[in-house]
């Protein structure tokens, strides 16, 4: 069964530091996700993106953040200089069309130091 | 701003019991909402959707139902087993035009017991 891969699975880094977080989406979908979840709280929205362009960001998702579709296969997410708040599980999802099942990967665990 | 809320945050009952857990959101102008399963430092494994214009799903032992003018879905789980113990989230999807976002509950942490 198709399934969403993320890599790595836990990127410790430090402070100030860039990150780039990957992810290879289900090949047939087309909209694509970054949310993430701080230990102990809810699921967050980041980013969706379609049609290699940004579709909607959260108040998160500010000039630190970026993503991009380097390929036909990579969905990436960069922390150009990442702060201690930005340490949590970082989920992509993908969605084949806008308003069906989303599918998410296991995640990548950053920790900032 | 849309809220999402589930009740209880935790559960336990014994293995074969059926349960019901419930989530509610403050918006009802819903594009879909979806059931998730977490386990334990796991990603989020797609259970149900409900499109707004259904009234429920099913899947196996599984029935989700939705009540877009109250805000409210309750997630069914039939003759439950201790596999299906893990966090369970609810997550109503607003559509932006041209993508849908999801907004989460904090989830229900089920235990089935032995």
């Known amino acids: 069964e198709p399934e969403v891969t993320q890599t790595p699975s836990h990127q410790v880094t430090q402070m100030g530091q860039e990150v780039i977080l990957r992810c290879v989406p289900i090949?047939?979908?087309?909209?694509f996700y970054w949310y993430r979840q701080i230990l102990g709280q809810k699921v967050e929205f980041l980013v969706s993106?379609?049609?290699?362009?940004?579709?909607?960001k959260s108040e998160i998702f500010d000039d630190q953040f970026s993503v991009e579709r380097p390929d036909g296969s990579n969905f990436t997410l960069k922390i150009r200089s990442t702060k201690l708040e930005d340490s949590a599980m970082y989920f992509c999802?993908?969605?084949?069309?806008?308003?069906?099942?989303?599918?998410f990967g296991p995640g990548t665990r950053l920790t900032v130091l | 701003k849309q809220e999402v809320t589930q009740i209880p945050a935790a559960l336990s009952v014994p293995e074969g019991e059926n349960l019901v857990l419930n989530c509610s959101f403050t918006?009802?102008?819903?594009?879909?909402l979806q059931w998730f399963r977490q386990d334990p430092g796991k990603g989020l494994t797609s259970l149900l959707l409900i499109q707004s214009s259904q009234r429920e799903q099913t899947s196996g032992r599984l029935n989700a139902s939705l009540d877009k003018s109250s805000g409210r879905s309750t997630l069914y789980i039939a003759a439950s087993q201790p596999g299906d113990s893990a966090t369970y989230l609810c997550a109503v999807g607003l559509n932006t035009g041209t993508a849908s976002k999801l907004t989460f509950g904090t989830g229900t942490r089920l235990q089935v017991t032995l």
């Open positions: 993106f379609y049609n290699n362009e940004i579709s909607e």
């Open positions: 918006d009802s102008a819903i594009y879909n």
């Open positions: 090949s047939n979908h087309l909209y």
């Open positions: 999802a993908s969605s084949e069309l806008s308003g069906l099942s989303q599918f």
